[in-house]
């Protein structure tokens, strides 16, 4: 699988050009550049967060269930910044099903 996930953290949403905030947005081709894009953009006072994905290998379902899992870690993180990782992938989020466990090779 080929794989992006980026934290846009450039401040570019905080920007203005005359006047008028910068927004960021990936260029948009109609197909998925990657079979899975995650990009995090920290904006002025939250987080966004946009999801792209190759269609043949996931579904709408799977996707929802990868940025719940997501959000689950997050805020159990925030939490209790003492736990550990592996724990904290291992919880099941309350109403979806578990996920495979995925190893990422750099």
Request: proline share 2%; charged share 25%.
């Amino acid at each position: 699988l080929d794989t992006m996930f980026a934290l846009q953290n450039t401040k570019l949403s905080r920007s203005t050009f005359l006047q008028k905030k910068i927004l960021w947005l990936p260029f948009t081709t109609g197909t998925a550049l990657y079979d899975l894009n995650l990009q995090i953009e920290d904006g002025d006072s939250k987080f966004s967060a946009m999801w792209q994905f190759n269609r043949s290998l996931f579904s709408y379902h799977t996707i929802e269930s990868f940025r719940d899992t997501f959000i689950h870690i997050i805020e159990q993180s925030l939490g209790d910044s003492k736990k550990q990782i592996d724990y904290l992938t291992s919880m099941k989020t309350e109403g979806t099903k578990k996920l495979p466990e995925i190893e990422f090779d750099f």
